[in-house]
């Protein structure tokens, strides 16, 4: 098959959170299954920087609302796949992909409803007709709109599959300051108001509509976990569907990972305490082996579940711990962890970052990775945790749920623990409950360890299901 594949971010070229790690590891697969895959994307400030990519198509033109959109295709490669950035100055030649640091640019809504038309306009040039035009998030959800109502001959026999990464994220936006939709009449008597809805577009005009784990897919069904869109999902039930992200074993395997001081594995664990007192001695805690070391490593948002974790935090660190979060992202939830940190600097130490290489070590050098989201679409580091033997402490929610077995419900399968409200007490007694374990029962936990290293989520797997979508369009 021939894949499109439209995305706002990717790993190693431009990367915010999950989203990235998916845009690369999955076309990589899909291509090693055989299939003829090309990404589109815009091109960044950063891509630009870092590695100046050349021009392949100089001139574009995208006409919308009579006024030409002018702009050029460059070349980047990932692995074997080839990645075509949309080269548009105006929009992409900024410091950050979405936001200035602060606050969202007020014209994402043009710039990715432009990006969303730039794509298709892109695969026409360099005549690559798809099977699938396969879209990711909000940002690309307009592509399936404009292959419905604007295509030409050249994508007639093309079908659109939209993947959800997160539901919470909808891009709405007042269709009067969007200038590239200004002549969009077909949107015209589907706004919210005055404003575009760019997932809930996606949603009524893709071929199929799938998520990155089969149970956010069933939540995404129900009222409460349908991100205010239930009516549009149970309007295309029959083409929503789930599928588990895999976790890239070529990143993130301690046996081979090159950021760690000394690589690990489930019949050599030794090398997990070398990167345990890296970790400790990196990051400013005492090196104690004994102490458990509590790690996080997310963007600071509410989705995460600071809204009941920062309440509890205090009451937490009353515990003989230590705990680390890495993370960028809502200043207002910085602010709180960085006073937090100061009063209590032996137990806990929050680093405002954005870090590969710290992340990589924190997953390593922790016993636990705490991750209580509040909405979970599928959650990568998780399943880089249990790969690093680093116990996750969990919400059973979203993907968090079908990638991470409780201790209490199945305790000889057990690989994490795992609780359900969404509530600083049942987040507290969850944790409670895993020192306790970690102290009492030392050998259980080696064991429970060793089974989480054990577990498997390839990306192999996740793109035959993929393959098995598409067919089904
Ligand atoms: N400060 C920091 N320093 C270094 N690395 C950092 C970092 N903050 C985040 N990361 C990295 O970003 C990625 C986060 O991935 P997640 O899937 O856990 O969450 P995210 O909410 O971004 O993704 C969304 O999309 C993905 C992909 O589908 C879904 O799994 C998920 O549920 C959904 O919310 C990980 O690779 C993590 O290590």
């Not at 291509?31 to 895959?37: A, D, I, M, N, P």
């Not at 075509?84 to 030649?93: E, L, M, S």
């Not at 400790?280 to 004994?290: L, M, N, V």
């Amino acid at each position: 098959m021939k894949i499109l594949f439209v995305v706002s971010e990717v790993e190693d070229l431009a990367k915010t959170g999950g989203l990235a790690d998916v845009a690369k590891a999955l076309p990589i697969e899909l291509k090693k299954l055989g299939h003829e895959v090309i990404i589109v994307m815009p091109y960044y400030k950063a891509i630009a920087d870092k590695f100046s990519a050349p021009v392949v198509i100089d001139e574009q033109t995208l006409f919308a609302n009579h006024k030409p959109y002018r702009f050029q295709l460059r070349q980047l490669q990932i692995e074997n796949v080839p990645v075509y950035c949309v080269d548009y100055p105006d929009y992409f030649d900024r410091n950050g992909f979405y936001t200035d640091g602060y606050h969202a640019y007020p014209d994402n809504a043009e710039r990715f409803a432009f990006f969303a038309g730039a794509a298709l306009q892109a695969s026409k040039s360099l005549d690559f007709q798809p099977d699938i035009v396969h879209c990711n998030d909000w940002h690309t959800a307009l592509t399936p709109y404009f292959m419905k109502t604007h295509s030409s001959e050249f994508f007639a026999n093309s079908k659109s599959i939209l993947t959800i990464h997160n539901g919470a994220f909808h891009g709405t936006h007042r269709l009067d300051q969007i200038p590239f939709l200004h002549d969009q009449y077909e949107l015209h008597n589907q706004l919210d108001g005055d404003a575009v809805n760019f997932l809930r577009i996606g949603i009524r005009y893709a071929n199929k509509i799938n998520t990155v784990s089969p149970n956010y897919a069933k939540e995404l069904l129900t009222t409460l976990g349908s991100h205010m869109l239930y009516h549009e999902f149970q309007q295309r039930k029959d083409d929503v569907s789930g599928i588990l992200n895999g976790c890239d074993y070529s990143q993130w395997d301690p046996a081979t990972d090159k950021h760690l001081p000394e690589n690990f594995d489930v019949d050599n664990p030794a090398g997990k305490q070398s990167c345990k007192r890296e970790l400790q001695k990196k990051t400013g805690f005492a090196e104690d082996p004994k102490i458990p070391l509590i790690g996080m490593v997310c963007r600071l948002t509410e989705q995460k579940g600071f809204g009941y974790l920062l309440p509890v935090l205090e009451d937490l660190l009353q515990h003989n711990i230590q705990l680390l979060i890495i993370g960028t992202g809502d200043p207002s939830i910085g602010e709180v962890l960085k006073r937090l940190a100061q009063i209590h600097p032996d137990r806990f130490i929050f680093i405002n970052t954005f870090s590969e290489e710290l992340a990589h070590l924190l997953e390593a050098g922790s016993d636990f990775f705490l991750m209580p989201s509040l909405f979970e679409p599928c959650g990568l580091n998780q399943m880089y945790s249990l790969a690093y033997g680093t116990i996750p402490i969990v919400r059973g929610v979203g993907g968090l749920k079908d990638t991470v077995i409780d201790m209490l419900n199945q305790p000889d399968q057990a690989t994490g623990f795992v609780f359900e409200n969404p509530d600083s007490t049942a987040l507290l007694s969850c944790v409670q409950r895993a020192l306790l374990y970690y102290y009492e029962f030392p050998e259980s936990f080696a064991h429970m360890k060793k089974r989480a290293m054990q577990s498997r989520f390839t990306w192999q797997q996740a793109a035959q299901r993929y393959v098995e979508l598409y067919q089904s369009c």
